[in-house]
């Protein structure tokens, strides 16, 4: 459809500054109701705030490219190349084809049953204190479990991973003072998965190892290994545990839901999805502009850079009713949080598993949850989450 020409949408707010990163919900609603695509006058970039033009671009590679990397950074864009986040189809749909078979539904079911049983014994370790802290004791400490026993690697090769992912993360924002401050290990990420996923570091029944095995085979470029290990490393870590993290603070600011939950677990499927569109725990990527896009009457230009801001579409009133509220029944199956279309999340599988695992695991074995201190946010240029959730719980006995 032609649209007559409007006069061009522009803001001025930074969406990086430590104030938005705080409640970026009254920035984004700004932004959402400045125009479908606005032109950000802090930064070289455009955003997309609304959920239809969030969803239409994320299905339309072909004029939303990822092949310069997804981040603002062109200097940081190129440390993804050669992985399957920065990448067009058809090299994409190869990258993408090297795990699919690990992460897809039939693979996962074999998991199952030992993701149930590592989170229902971590959360039996942790909810016998009374007061813990459930970011640091629990929705940190359990992806990075999973994860890297998935990639199959050796038990000291584990906690390094936290730094690096948060610091990948950072590198996907501008140049600001986390950026800076995150370098040193976005730099040792790639250094540190180059040593320690060496072949004969690895199970042979690891994701890791079926990359290499890839490589032999032709599929990809021997170049790709770690760039794609990497990718999978940092998209699985921090993600999973703001995923966690956010949704158990959710449960502590609104107990009446948490007893919903309780009376009926089934509904535990909807919650992690609600938590997910509110919450959503990355924040939203950048595509480049292959050509102009007309949107609504705004036209992007070519070789622009365009931030789809998942976290406001998962909030726009266009789409959602009542969209500040966290509604466990919502089931909001529709939500941009894992992405769409050919670069949504490969690891959604695995994340709605260990989450309804952890989250399950919480419900069965503890009555109550309350804040027993003011959560501390760790602010990310990408991902929101918590650094510290303290918390106490009443167990089924006390
Ligand atoms: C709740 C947790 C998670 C969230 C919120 C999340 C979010 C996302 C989003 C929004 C994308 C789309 C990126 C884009 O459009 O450019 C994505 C892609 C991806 N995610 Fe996740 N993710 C989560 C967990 C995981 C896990 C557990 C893994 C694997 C272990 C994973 C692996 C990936 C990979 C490999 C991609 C790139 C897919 C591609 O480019 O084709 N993610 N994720």
């Not at 994701?207 to 760039?227: H, L, T």
Request: charged share 25%.
């Amino acid at each position: 459809m032609k649209h007559a020409s409007l006069p061009l949408p522009t803001s001025g707010v930074d969406l990086f500054a430590d104030d938005v990163l705080h409640d970026p919900y009254p920035a984004l609603r700004e932004l959402r109701d400045a125009g479908p695509a606005v032109r950000l006058t802090a930064y070289d970039a455009w955003v997309l705030p609304r959920y239809e033009h969030v969803r239409a671009a994320l299905a339309d590679h072909e004029r939303f490219s990822s092949a310069h990397g997804v981040g603002y950074e062109d200097q940081f864009n190129v440390r993804q190349k050669g992985s399957v986040l920065a990448s067009d189809p058809p090299d994409h749909t190869r990258l993408r084809a090297v795990l699919s078979e690990k992460l897809a539904p039939k693979a996962l079911a074999k998991l199952r049953t030992r993701i149930a049983a590592i989170a229902d014994d971590m959360v039996a370790d942790t909810v016998v204190r009374g007061s813990f802290d459930a970011v640091t004791d629990l929705a940190a400490l359990f992806p990075v479990t999973v994860v890297a026993d998935l990639i199959g690697l050796p038990e000291d090769a584990r906690d390094p991973l936290l730094t690096f992912a948060d610091g990948a993360f950072n590198s996907f924002g501008p140049f600001n003072g986390r950026t800076a401050a995150s370098l040193p290990m976005a730099a040792q990420l790639s250094e540190y998965l180059t040593t320690v996923m060496v072949r004969d570091n690895l199970r042979p029944d690891g994701w890791a190892a079926a990359v290499y095995e890839a490589a032999d085979r032709g599929d990809i470029e021997a170049s790709s290994v770690i760039p794609l290990l990497g990718a999978y490393v940092v998209a699985g870590m921090d993600t999973t545990i703001n995923a966690i993290g956010n949704t158990i603070l959710l449960f502590a600011r609104h107990p009446q839901s948490y007893q919903e939950l309780r009376a009926d677990p089934s509904l535990l499927g909807s919650a992690f999805e609600e938590s997910l569109r509110l919450e959503s725990p990355a924040q939203g990527f950048f595509r480049r502009t292959t050509q102009p896009v007309d949107i609504e009457g705004v036209t992007v230009p070519a070789d622009t850079k365009v931030l789809l801001s998942f976290a406001s579409a998962n909030r726009d009133d266009r789409k959602w009713e009542r969209p500040e509220e966290f509604l466990v029944r919502r089931n909001p199956v529709d939500h941009v949080a894992l992405g769409y279309g050919v670069h949504g999340c490969a690891g959604q599988g695995l994340a709605r598993m260990e989450a309804h695992a952890v989250l399950g695991a919480l419900v069965r074995q503890v009555s109550s949850v309350e804040l027993a201190g003011e959560p501390v946010r760790k602010l990310n240029n990408v991902t929101r989450g918590l650094a510290s959730l303290p918390v106490t719980v009443r167990t089924q006995g006390r």
